[in-house]
């Protein structure tokens, strides 16, 4: 960059309100066109949802998640739920999930746990 | 026996969600979504028919009456209950209709081979990637001398004063109902649906699915979506689960897919032989895709690895995938032909589609375009 071209940026108009929201609302585009061309064929996901607030993991990746009312486990691709402080206990009893569109509800909790898989299908055979 | 009954929560999309309860000691697997009419009913009611058939028929449970009749010896009569006596009858049938690809006798050969469920249990390679080998497979003769006593012909079942009846000419006969006792029980299910005036539902007893009416979102009917998962990576060797296609049915239909990745163990052969085993048993008395030269089993190559079946008895859908993998991919799709139910056979190269199945979202379940279809039956063998 040259000096006569550093003196005509400076003598530019500043950067106004608009020119921000023009530029705000094109990495709004560009984040979304990105995240529906590179969107990847994920695996399936294990969507927690406590009183309307969701948390995604992997199905494929083993964890344990302690949450303030349960404790709920993924391991080698399956779903379960300990240590609820709920009254009925149905979450626990529930036992395993492991396939999309499977679920895991603590009604007391206002918890949902939820197989999704890939895509939007509504069963998937093949996994027993 | 089940955890509990009626484990349920309200998903928004308006059908009752009954999370997937393992039920009987892990034996079966039950999981429900249904709506309309009085779900949680209809739900117990299913729990009381699954848990009752599991009784009876469990090879696992040592107290139910086909662990009774395995156990006893040659011309006793042993009393049965209703369901293990109704599945016999209709095994036996299945058994005639498939010339024996499907055959409830074969449980000495699936001990032989160790592929019954308490063999697997053990010898299922784990996902870390280890596995656990058999010290040995069994001999050519110890298998013909198996099949010997195998067959529905070696069995006698009778009805007298209102009580049912299984009795065997030989002690070393025993039932293995594996292969339909899921799908008469997701049948029974269905009859229990239409009593409580169910408007949809989606029923699945370890991996035998039933769609019951349409699938209605938001008040509109449409086509149930179902994925069939890719047979290849096997089950231990990955837990990324993608799937090998999809396809729309319309509903009041049954879908149950066998193959041969899920359950089955490696052996470790002489030298750098590995031989796979699957859990199915074809009507030779050897497991499918297995031969033998050169003095050992080997893998033959191109043996169904996944069949679906999609018909209106959930029983006979259960039967016929087992069918299919035992019989291969040509004599499998002329038995569907010729019983007019649908089906998505691959082997570890190709595919075939009987009947007009719909597939779903080509672009995006696309794993079936890695194998060669087979379009005409004929040219498939
Ligand atoms: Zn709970």
């Known amino acids: ?128 | 026996m089940f955890a509990v009954f009626g484990v349920f929560g309200c998903a928004a999309s308006g059908y009752t969600v009954f999370g997937e309860v393992e039920a009987f000691s892990g034996d079966i697997m039950f999981s429900a979504r249904i709506m309309g009419g009085r779900a949680e009913y209809a739900y117990q009611r299913m729990c009381g028919v699954i848990s009752d058939i599991n009784k009876q028929c469990s090879t696992t449970r040592a107290d139910s009456d086909v662990a009774k009749f395995n156990a006893s010896g040659a011309n006793a009569d042993i009393e049965v209950g209703e369901h293990c006596y109704k599945i016999f009858i209709e095994a036996k049938e299945y058994a005639a209709l498939t010339d024996g690809a499907y055959d409830p006798t074969i449980m000495p050969l699936a001990e032989l081979w160790h592929v019954d469920a308490e063999s697997l249990a053990e010898y299922r390679p784990s996902i870390d990637g280890t596995h656990v080998s058999p010290l040995s497979l069994p001999t050519v003769e110890e298998v013909q001398s198996a099949l010997e006593y195998c067959g529905v012909e070696h069995i006698d079942a009778f009805e007298r004063d209102g009580k049912y009846y299984l009795v065997k000419s030989d002690a070393r006969v025993k039932l293995d109902f594996g292969g339909i006792a899921k799908g008469y029980a997701v049948d029974k299910c269905v009859e229990i649906l239409k009593e409580y005036d169910i408007s949809s539902a989606l029923l699945d007893i370890s991996g035998n699915a039933y769609f019951y009416g349409s699938y209605i979102e938001r008040g509109n009917k449409s086509d149930w979506r179902v994925g069939v998962v890719s047979p290849r990576p096997r089950a231990a060797e990955t837990l990324a689960r993608g799937y090998v296609c999809a396809f729309t049915e319309k509903g009041d239909a049954s879908a149950v897919t066998s193959g041969d990745y899920m359950r089955y163990y490696i052996y470790d052969g002489a030298g750098d032989n590995e031989v796979f085993v699957p859990h199915i048993i074809t009507p030779s008395g050897v497991p499918a895709g297995l031969i033998y030269s050169d003095g050992q089993w080997k893998n033959a190559g191109d043996n169904v690895i996944s069949a679906t079946v999609i018909g209106k008895s959930s029983a006979m859908c259960d039967v016929l995938a087992t069918a299919v993998v035992a019989l291969g991919l040509a004599d499998g799709a002329r038995l569907l032909q010729k019983v007019g139910y649908k089906g998505l056979i691959f082997t570890e190269k190709r595919f075939i589609i009987v009947g007009n199945v719909e597939l779903y979202k080509t672009d995006e379940y696309d794993g079936y375009k890695a194998y060669e279809r087979v379009d005409d039956i004929e040219s498939g063998v």
């Open chain 1, 1 to 128: 960059m040259n000096l006569e071209t550093v003196k005509r940026v400076k003598k530019s108009k500043p950067f106004t309100v608009i020119d921000a929201v023009i530029v705000a609302v094109l990495a709004a585009l560009i984040g979304v066109i990105s995240w529906l061309v590179f969107r990847a064929p994920s695996a399936e996901t294990v969507v927690i949802t406590e009183n309307g607030v969701s948390h995604e993991y992997s199905l494929g990746k083993n964890a344990e998640i302690k949450l303030e009312h349960m404790t709920v486990h993924i391991k080698d691709g399956y779903v379960w739920v300990t240590d609820s402080d709920c009254r009925d206990g149905t979450c626990e009893h529930t036992g395993k999930i492991s396939r999309a569109g499977q679920s895991i509800v603590c009604l007391p909790n206002n918890f949902v746990i939820t197989i999704n898989g890939k895509g939007d299908l509504d069963w998937e055979l093949g996994r027993q």
